[in-house]
């Protein structure tokens, strides 16, 4: 049976898109003073993600990666992190109103960044690849527990 050729491996095709597309969004941000990893925590913290534990798992961040990223967040006065009153280990955060703003800014960012990587498909391909990554990713995680973090 033939092996199939490199540029067919579906890791290898994950990997280089995922790593053009962190450089390539990173440079952006940078121009904001946000890292990809500040950006989408601060996203997840405004989606609702109440708590470290919440945020980490909603941004795809574990504890020892996210720890440093909120500390960064907070010196930047981009969120405030306060006692959760019901659970004492927890601890509640929020976007403060320099965060809503730099958010904003991201946000125009991150459409330029997947405006550039897409553009060579249809919108209605880009729908479907997005659906499609999805639901891979998704199911990915439902059934593995992966270490470590994906950003």
């Known amino acids: 049976m033939a092996e199939r050729p490199l540029r067919e491996h579906l890791v290898l095709l994950l990997s280089i898109a995922g790593h053009v597309s962190k450089q390539t969004q990173e440079q952006r ?88 990587l897409l553009n060579a498909l249809s919108p209605d391909e880009r729908r479907q690849f997005r659906s499609l990554l999805q639901r891979v990713v998704e199911e990915g995680m439902s059934n593995r527990s992966v270490p470590g973090s994906c950003l």
């Open 29 to 116: 941000l940078a121009e904001l003073d946000l890292s990809v990893r500040e950006q989408v925590t601060l996203t997840a913290i405004a989606e609702g993600a109440p708590t470290q534990l919440a945020i980490g798992r909603k941004a795809g961040l574990d504890k020892s990666t996210l720890t440093p990223v909120l500390d960064q967040l907070e010196r930047k006065g981009l969120i405030d992190r306060h006692p959760d009153p019901d659970d004492r280990r927890a601890r509640v955060v929020t976007v403060t109103d320099v965060g809503r703003r730099s958010l904003a800014g991201s946000g125009q960012a991150v459409a330029e960044t997947e405006e550039d």
